[in-house]
């Protein structure tokens, strides 16, 4: 199975800030890798698919890019909204589907 | 917009089988793939499975021989049922429709999530 390593695991910043979170995965997936919000208790939200497409009704802010091996997510200006875990997940080989660690994103 | 909703027992005993029910609302559960996946505490995202609305199924190598899921399509309904559970299947499970704008790749509903320990 794909090993998909995020980094950090966790991250502390402040309201504005400019974060970025890195998956790579353990071999190359191509761009078939999406990033999910999850908060506790609420339903997780798809934010970004096929590495770089943003999905209908997520704000601008947040951008994903990479391909093969390495993959990021940016969430140029951080809002209050914004502080969750996320999560990286691919698709390439399968199955099964597999998931990253997660990266918990903290107020600081 | 759609939504799901799982339900079932919140504690199962060791060795009992664990049965998760998930109901789709505000949209039609036909033509679709349905997934399982769940979070052990402190821990990251495990995909379980998924199934088709005609049955056709998919599970993760490492719980397969467990693992049985099904559909009702009448009930807008899917099932998980997983035996001969330990304390290590204790995890908040969630089920998801797989996205078909993707090919099916990614998940873009899921449900709130349903805790579900495994303890005597």
């Known amino acids: 199975a794909i090993q998909l390593t995020q980094s950090p695991s966790s991250l502390s910043a402040s309201v504005g800030d400019r974060i970025t979170i890195t998956c790579r995965a353990s071999q190359g997936i191509g761009t078939s890798l999406a990033w999910y919000q999850l908060k506790p208790g609420k339903a997780p939200k798809l934010l970004i698919y096929d590495a770089s497409t943003l999905e209908s009704g997520v704000p601008s802010g947040f951008s994903g890019s990479g391909s093969g091996t390495v993959f990021t997510l940016t969430i140029s200006s951080l809002r209050p909204d914004d502080f969750a875990t996320y999560y990286c997940q691919q698709f390439n080989t399968y199955p099964p589907i597999t998931f990253g660690q997660g990266t918990r994103l903290e107020m600081k | 917009q759609v939504q799901l909703q799982e339900s079932g027992p919140g504690l199962v005993e060791p060795s009992e089988t664990l049965s998760l029910t998930c109901t789709v609302s505000?949209?039609?559960?036909?033509?679709?793939?349905w997934s399982w996946i769940r979070q052990p505490a402190g821990k990251g995202l495990e995909w379980i499975g998924r199934?088709?609305?005609?049955?056709?199924?998919n599970y993760n190598p490492s719980l397969k021989s467990r693992l049985t899921m099904s559909v009702d399509t009448s009930k807008n309904q899917f099932s998980l049922n997983l035996s001969s559970v330990t304390a290590a299947d204790t995890a908040i499970y969630y089920c998801a429709r797989g996205a078909r704008s993707s090919g099916w790749k990614y998940f873009d509903y899921w449900g709130q999530g349903s805790l579900v320990t495994v303890s005597s």
């Open positions: 199934i088709y609305t005609t049955g056709s199924t």
């Open positions: 505000d949209g039609s559960i036909s033509d679709y793939y």
